[in-house]
């Protein structure tokens, strides 16, 4: 399907590239406003509900037949926008639950747990969104697809699945008032490989965490 094709909808809403563009733009604006600081209350929750959307918006992706860009190489979308500010924004405010444990391949047998952050995974899924935004605006419809279609296979699709699990079962632990475990020190600067690793909170409780992220535990 060639972007003039795409293009002779009109924009039409129903159209597969206009969804998609629309959830990756939703999720951008969303990330990006959450990283400012300025709702701390409700960063979770609303983190959870923007990369559950954007995963689905990924799922059609991948159900997908395969897009073929109309040229052999990708054309320069331009300069990359830095993402250093946002991650390190995001990281100030996820400070005490950013570092959690995922397990990279669950289908690799007796692959450890390694430690990751929310923080970069989030820089890193807005990364991978912005470049096949540049493509969109630019016009080159088929070319952003393309683009947003491997890198779903290739990172984002997996990075943002960790990220939702983890942005869960945080959720699960204050509204089921469950207590999250103490880490004994995990960063991901270690090359930590036990398969007892544990949710990075040290000595903080899910009630305390809970208020000022927006959460509260069930009656």
Known sequence: MSDATLHATGRN???????IADQVESFLVAVTEVAKGDEPDSAVPFLLLEV??????????GAHEDIVPDERYEPDPGPEQDVDIL?????????????????FD???PRRAPVPARISDDLADVVADLRHGMAHY?????????WWWQF???SNWGSTASATLRALQ??????????PLAELDGLDTDQGVGDDTLEFE????MAQEIGGPLGMGPVK
Do not use: C, K, M, W
Not at 13 to 19: G, L, R
Not at 87 to 103: A, H, K
Not at 201 to 204: I, L, N, R, S, T
């Open 52 to 61: 559950s959307q954007l995963l689905l918006a990924g799922g059609r992706l």
């Open 137 to 145: 605006r630019a016009g080159r419809v088929t070319e952003a697809l």
């Open 106 to 108: 669950p289908y690799e």
């Open 87 to 103: 991650r390190e924004n995001l990281g100030r405010l996820l400070e005490p639950i950013d570092v959690y444990s995922e397990v």
């Open 151 to 153: 890198s779903y296979f």
């Open 13 to 19: 809403p129903d159209d597969f590239a206009v969804q």
């Open 201 to 204: 909170a040290g000595q903080v």
């Open 169 to 178: 079962s945080l959720v699960a632990h204050v509204r089921l008032n469950q």
